[in-house]
């Protein structure tokens, strides 16, 4: 099995069919790929179509697995080709997953459109619910919150995935496949816990091996300690006397052990009793008095494809019966990797609400009954964001996610209060007339995109906007009707807390050119006529060459041409002649100005282009004649 192409597919084993819609429909069978604990490397369509599979099974099966893989590309490829098909009989849950891949793709434009879809199918659906009350929801996520920034823990992530982070006294405890970096991948289990000291300030300890006598053959991961540190819950496979337990169709199910940490050492590994061979049971989290234990399972009265669970732990040590925290928390898609804070809030990873694409992180606080709430740019991204976990002592935590900039599949990245905002003032101004312009929305938009800060220009044209310090890079983004898009890409450092005279400049969506387009159309100038048999520039062309000067000064990218033309009267070589010496005197003219030679170059056709049918022979007034002896400007670059 090939785990670098694979984001947290091991996290993903204890999922139940992702067509939890067709559960107990035998033709659920074919498309299950949830279960990654007995697939080798990715399925393709030849493979598939040899063993009799039609078509649509195909497209579902490689959607699927490409889905659960976290290759959103792949998935949103295949769904396309599924729905392509026939997208009236394919069960709804497959435009919400094409929805979901597309979104993560950045595609927000056609997810909306198969979101409305799925809506449409499946009004019942609680994501069909929440979608509906939270339309409109995208734009507010963006924008990120001045409350936090998040840093790579690039010191202590490896190239493999690294994920499920937990306090246990100074020590940050996680799941992680750093192992197959030095050891035989045939042989060597895919997840073992490691520990990192939590520094109050300067660098991570280098990551070791959290307990020897916790390592087995097995996957260990998502931990969750009681307050004195001295009992344990982590997830395993299915795992007994040296060898995985299987159920009927190979897999070998997720479970919740228990540990005592006794004579120095971790041991006496309990089966806790609600785990099951049929199911999963995993992510295991404390809530802060030792008496309840949180964790996500399928197991029977499951909502969708994997749900959050709580279950009561006596004085005794003995559990009480599991508990399906309801539609609230929990949707027909998946909710996994709980993590119940010291007050009571309770933070999980789902792609059944609204988000911003693959796996998002949400919080609601259970003691007061509150909504869900997406935690928003920038924990959450267009990528898998998950196993989240919040000291609100310090108001900081740590959360996992697969996206762009990481070292490896999966990075855990630190979740820091912002602590100071560097002021960014400026101006926006057009682009030809230098005139300041009112009323601009003003963005600040990190590497990934989201909103870091918003402001409006003044009556002058002046904008004041607010960026976390902790954003090193960033842009500054103008948005206004009738223009095109202007940006500027910023840099400050630490000790820059405020930027002046930061200038956007914004260009006029009608001065906009395109290669081939003629400048006297574009900036609606008046016609460069010549007099008959004359090359000589007349004087009332010469304003409206200022501005084809003015307009390529502003955009030294731009290259032209200059194709100047005659009448049909005159012999036609003689026309070509004369019309070459019109373009000469017409690109002298630009070059005196200030243009740069190579960016101007002149060419005559003659009467090969004559705008009306003034040709030879035709009698035509001289009003007529005149309206092709010109000069184009064309743009060639």
């Given at each position: 099995m090939n785990?670098?192409?694979?984001?947290?597919?091991?996290?993903?084993?204890?999922?139940?069919?992702?067509?939890?819609?067709?559960?107990?429909?035998?033709?659920?069978?074919?498309?299950?790929?949830?279960?990654?604990?007995?697939?080798?490397?990715?399925?393709?369509?030849?493979?598939?179509?040899?063993?009799?599979?039609?078509?649509?099974?195909?497209?579902k099966n490689l959607g699927n697995e490409a889905y659960l893989r976290a290759k959103y590309d792949e998935a949103s490829y295949w769904y396309a080709k599924l729905l392509e098909l026939n997208s009236s009989t394919t069960e709804p849950d497959y435009m919400y997953r094409y929805a979901q891949s597309l979104k993560s793709i950045k595609n927000y434009k056609d997810s909306e459109i198969w979101m409305k879809k799925f809506k449409k199918a499946k009004k019942n659906d609680v994501r069909a619910q929440n979608y509906n009350k939270d339309e409109g929801y995208f734009d507010e996520l963006m924008t990120a919150s001045n409350e936090y920034t998040i840093e790579n823990l690039a010191s202590v992530n490896s190239k493999e995935s690294d994920?499920?982070?937990?306090?246990?006294?100074?020590?940050?405890?996680?799941?992680?496949?750093?192992?197959?970096?030095?050891?035989?991948?045939?042989?060597?289990?895919?997840?073992?816990?490691?520990?990192?000291?939590?520094?109050?300030k300067g660098q991570y300890s280098t990551a070791t091996a959290f307990s020897e006598e916790l390592k087995s053959v097995a996957n260990e991961s998502s931990t969750t300690f009681s307050k004195d540190g001295n009992t344990m819950y982590f997830t395993r496979n299915n795992y007994k006397k040296?060898?995985?337990?299987?159920?009927?169709?190979?897999?070998?199910?997720?479970?919740?052990?228990?540990?005592r940490f006794t004579d120095g050492k971790w041991g006496a590994i309990e089966d806790l009793p609600f785990n099951s061979d049929l199911y999963s049971v995993a992510h295991p989290t404390l809530n802060n008095e030792g008496t309840k234990l949180y964790f996500s399972s399928d197991m029977p009265g499951t909502l969708g494809a994997s749900d959050i669970f709580m279950v009561a732990i006596q004085p005794d040590g003995s559990f009480g019966t599991p508990e399906n925290l309801g539609s609230k928390v929990n949707t027909e898609s998946k909710e996994t990797f709980p993590f119940i804070s010291a007050s009571g809030v309770l933070y999980f990873a789902s792609n059944g609400h609204p988000g911003l694409g693959g796996l998002d992180m949400f919080s609601i606080d259970l003691k007061n009954e509150g909504a869900v709430k997406n935690l928003g740019?920038?924990?959450?991204?267009?990528?898998?964001?998950?196993?989240?976990?919040?000291?609100?002592?310090?108001?900081?935590?740590?959360?996992?996610?697969n996206r762009s900039g990481g070292v490896g599949n999966d990075d855990i990245y630190a979740l820091k209060t912002i602590d100071c905002m560097v002021t960014i003032t400026g101006t926006v101004v057009d682009k030809d007339t230098e005139q300041p312009l009112p009323f601009v929305t003003v963005n600040g938009k990190n590497t990934s995109g989201g909103n870091i800060g918003e402001a409006i220009t003044d009556a002058e044209g002046n904008y004041s906007i607010e960026i976390p310090c902790q954003e090193s890079q960033y842009s500054i983004v103008a948005n206004l009707d009738g223009y095109e898009e202007g940006s500027i890409f910023?840099?400050?450092?630490?000790?820059?807390?405020?930027?002046?005279?930061?200038?956007?400049?914004?260009?006029?969506?009608?001065?906009?050119?395109?290669?081939?387009?003629?400048?006297?159309?574009?900036?609606?100038?008046?016609?460069?006529y010549f007099d008959l048999n004359s090359s000589y520039l007349r004087d009332d062309a010469f304003e409206n060459l200022d501005k084809v000067v003015a307009y390529m000064i502003k955009r030294p990218e731009v290259k032209v041409e200059i194709g100047s033309h005659t009448d049909s009267r005159e012999e036609d070589g003689y026309n070509l002649w004369l019309s070459d010496r019109r373009a000469k005197r017409t690109v002298a003219y630009i070059i005196s100005a200030g243009i740069d030679e190579s960016r101007i170059t002149g060419k005559g056709y003659g009467e090969t282009a004559l705008i009306n049918k003034c040709a030879n022979g035709v009698i035509c007034s001289d009003r007529d004649h005149q309206l092709n002896r010109r000069s184009e400007f064309i743009l060639i670059e």
């Open positions: 785990f670098k192409s694979s984001t947290v597919f091991v996290i993903l084993l204890f999922i139940s069919a992702l067509c939890s819609a067709q559960k107990g429909n035998k033709k659920a069978v074919a498309d299950n790929f949830e279960h990654y604990a007995y697939m080798g490397y990715g399925s393709t369509y030849e493979e598939l179509s040899k063993k009799g599979m039609s078509d649509e099974d195909i497209c994920f499920a982070p937990s306090f246990y006294k100074e020590f940050l405890v996680f799941s992680t496949g750093r192992d197959l970096e030095t050891t035989d991948r045939s042989s060597t289990p895919y997840l073992n816990l490691y520990k990192t000291t939590r520094p109050e040296g060898s995985f337990n299987r159920d009927k169709n190979g897999i070998s199910r997720l479970k919740i052990y228990r540990s740019n920038p924990i959450n991204s267009p990528n898998d964001d998950f196993s989240m976990i919040f000291d609100e002592e310090t108001n900081s935590g740590f959360f996992a996610s910023m840099f400050t450092t630490p000790d820059e807390k405020n930027i002046k005279n930061a200038r956007v400049v914004l260009e006029e969506s009608s001065k906009v050119a395109v290669i081939g387009a003629d400048l006297v159309k574009v900036l609606k100038l008046a016609p460069i």
